[in-house]
Every structure is written in structure tokens, then in C-alpha cells.
T-cell receptor, first 115, second 115 residues
Framework: NAGVTQTPKFQVLKTGQSMTLQCAQD?????MSWYRQDPGMGLRLIHY???????DQGEVPNGYNVSRSTTEDFPLRLLSAAPSQTSVYFC??????????????FGNGTRLTVT | AQKITQTQPGMFVQEKEAVTLDCTYD???????LFWYKQPSSGEMIFLIY??????QNATEGRYSLNFQKARKSANLVISASQLGDSAMYFC????????????FGSGTRLLVRP
């Protein structure tokens, strides 16, 4: 069972470069989201989607773009990387959020370093 | 706006003893869910327990129980009979079930179980 798959696991970028973090899930989940985790700050929501074609901003959306063309995929784009975007990024998905007990299933994370 | 507060950055507990990790929340939504996640040193996020705002009884899952006090807006996690493998970061999270469906995390508590 693949669950939520994130690629790559590690990435080093130079300031100003762009890249896309990939996220795919095979559980037919409607809800998908991206978080970043920084020391002492827990997980902060970047962007989320409640279904194909629908995305919205979370707590810290600046510098990131997302799209949701299919139910399975939810890529996160860094337009022009900055050192402040050095972090661990998690993708997560769940079933219909309004159904109550719908815990997020997390990918294994991408550790990004921007120099 | 939703907010989750975990006031204990770090805690120690003796093996086989019980420990309570604090979590308070703030929301204006009448329907919401509360979650606890465990993050061991390997980095993955593991779902532990869920409590819905309309649930009459406190949730329990094995050695985990959630002490839900709605009037005080608190959702503390109780781990009974601590084991060395319980050493990890623990995150409290809240999701509103009616509008945005966003899942917001607290800053986490690092638990260390002493032998």
C-alpha cells in the first residue's frame, strides 16, 4: 500500500531557483494539503485542496503555488527559492473532511535546504 | 480564527508511569475535530486519537486517552504506562468540520521516557 508518496526525499537549491515538490496519493482522498515543519514551530499549513480544481491558502502561502488537476496529485511549486524556505515539507491527505473522524495520512517528508 | 496552544515544549516521564500532555484550542466553529499525532525521531507523523466536538465521551485508543473539557477548550492527551518507545514529539491539531476543513497544529511537546 503506497499511501502518500512524496518526492524527492532531499533537495538542495540555490537562492532564486525554482522547483516542484511532488505528492501523490492512491487512496482516492478528496482532501490534500502541504505543511512545512520548522524547529519549535510545529507544522504550518501552506496550501490545501478539497478536491480536483479547488485550492486555497493556508497560514504561510507566500512563495508557493499549488494546483490540483487530478484527485491523486498535488504538487507544490517554489517559484524563487529563498533561505527562509529551508524546512521539512509534508504532504498529507484525508477523506471528506466533513465526515468527522478523518485523520490526515502523511507522506514521509521532503527535507529542503536553500543556500 | 482557529488556534492551538501546547504550552509544554518538553516533558520527562518515568517508564511505566502515566503522563498528560496539554492542549488548549480556540475556535468559533460549533463543529470541529481534535487530533493527536506522534512524530518519532525518524520523522513520520503517526495518528493517535481523535475527538469530535459533539462526542459525549472521551476518546480512548489503547494506552492513549483524550481528556476533553469542552467548556475549558482543552483536549489533553493522557498516555498510560509509558514505554521507552513513547519518546517522541506529540502534536495536537484541530480541524473545523463545517467550513474550511483546515487542520491546524500546535507547536508540539517533546516527551522523553526515562528507564
Amino acid at each position: 500500500n503506497a499511501g502518500v508518496t512524496q518526492t524527492p526525499k532531499f533537495q538542495v537549491l540555490k537562492t532564486g531557483q525554482s522547483m516542484t515538490l511532488q505528492c501523490a496519493q492512491d487512496m482516492n482522498h478528496e482532501y490534500m494539503s502541504w505543511y512545512r515543519q520548522d524547529p519549535g514551530m510545529g507544522l504550518r499549513l501552506i496550501h490545501y485542496s478539497v478536491g480536483a480544481g479547488i485550492t486555497d491558502q493556508g497560514e504561510v502561502p507566500n512563495g508557493y503555488n499549488v494546483s490540483r488537476s487530478t484527485t491523486e496529485d498535488f504538487p507544490l511549486r517554489l517559484l524563487s527559492a529563498a533561505p527562509s524556505q529551508t524546512s521539512v515539507y509534508f504532504c498529507a491527505s484525508s477523506t471528506e473532511p466533513g465526515q468527522g473522524d478523518s485523520p490526515l495520512h502523511f507522506g514521509n517528508g521532503t527535507r529542503l535546504t536553500v543556500t | 480564527a482557529q488556534k492551538i496552544t501546547q504550552t509544554q515544549p518538553g516533558m520527562f516521564v518515568q517508564e511505566k508511569e502515566a503522563v498528560t500532555l496539554d492542549c488548549t484550542y480556540d475556535t468559533s466553529d460549533p463543529s470541529y475535530g481534535l487530533f493527536w499525532y506522534k512524530q518519532p525521531s525518524s520523522g513520520e507523523m503517526i495518528f493517535l486519537i481523535y475527538q469530535g466536538s459533539y462526542d459525549q465521551q472521551n476518546a480512548t485508543e489503547g494506552r492513549y486517552s483524550l481528556n476533553f473539557q469542552k467548556a475549558r477548550k482543552s483536549a489533553n492527551l493522557v498516555i498510560s504506562a509509558s514505554q521507552l518507545g513513547d519518546s517522541a514529539m506529540y502534536f495536537c491539531a484541530m480541524r473545523d468540520l463545517q467550513s474550511s476543513y483546515k487542520l491546524i497544529f500546535g507547536s508540539g511537546t517533546r516527551l522523553l521516557v526515562r528507564p
